[in-house]
C-alpha cells in the first residue's frame, strides 16, 4: 500500500481538480491498488468523511467514504435520486485546507455505484451522509465546496444590512 499526495487547491498546477473524471471501465487490480492507497491515505491524513480520486491525481470516478471507520468504495458513482428538501451542513474539504462553508444539498440522495468487483449497487442516505455523497461526487465532476453558495444561520437570514 501507499500514501498518496492530497492536493491542495494552492498547489494544483495542472488544474487537475477542476477537470471532470472519467469512468472506470476496468475492474482489475489497478482499481484495486487506487482503493487500498486511498483507504491508506485517509487513515495516514486522519481525513473523515470522503476522499475523491481526483484529490490523489487520479481522473477516476472512484471515491472512498469512512463513516466510523467503516469504509465505502464506490466506483462509477451517480445520484440516481434526491429530494426537494435542502439541508444545510457545514462542509469542509482535504484539498481546501482551513475553509469551512455552510452549503445547503438535497436532504436525502440515492447513489447507485459499483463496488470494487463491478458489483452494483445503491445507498440511500439524509442530512450529513447525504451532504458528504454530494461532497465526493461533485469532486468527479471538478467542482468545489467553494464553488457552491454558503447558506446563511436562519437568524442571520431576512436580516437586512448595509
Not at 473524471?21 to 482499481?31: G, S
Not at 452494483?120 to 447525504?130: L, T
Amino acid at each position: 500500500m501507499a500514501i498518496l499526495n492530497v492536493i491542495k487547491v494552492n498547489d494544483d498546477v495542472d488544474g487537475i481538480l477542476r477537470k471532470v473524471c472519467k469512468p472506470v471501465e476496468k475492474f482489475d487490480t489497478k482499481l484495486h491498488k487506487l482503493l487500498d492507497d486511498m483507504h491508506d491515505t485517509m487513515l495516514n491524513d486522519d481525513i473523515l468523511g470522503g476522499l475523491a480520486a481526483p484529490q490523489v491525481g487520479v481522473l477516476k470516478r472512484v471515491i472512498v467514504i469512512n463513516v466510523n471507520n467503516f469504509y465505502i468504495e464506490l466506483v462509477n458513482p451517480e445520484i440516481i435520486a434526491k429530494s426537494d428538501k435542502m439541508y444545510p451542513c457545514r462542509e469542509s474539504c482535504a484539498s481546501v485546507p482551513g475553509v469551512r462553508r455552510r452549503i445547503a444539498r438535497p436532504r436525502k440522495v440515492t447513489v447507485q455505484y459499483f463496488d470494487r468487483e463491478g458489483n452494483k449497487f445503491s445507498i440511500e442516505s439524509r442530512e450529513w451522509m447525504a451532504h458528504l455523497f454530494q461532497h465526493e461526487l461533485d469532486h468527479l465532476d471538478g467542482i468545489l465546496l467553494t464553488d457552491r453558495p454558503e447558506t446563511l444561520p436562519k437568524e442571520q437570514q431576512n436580516q437586512g444590512g448595509a
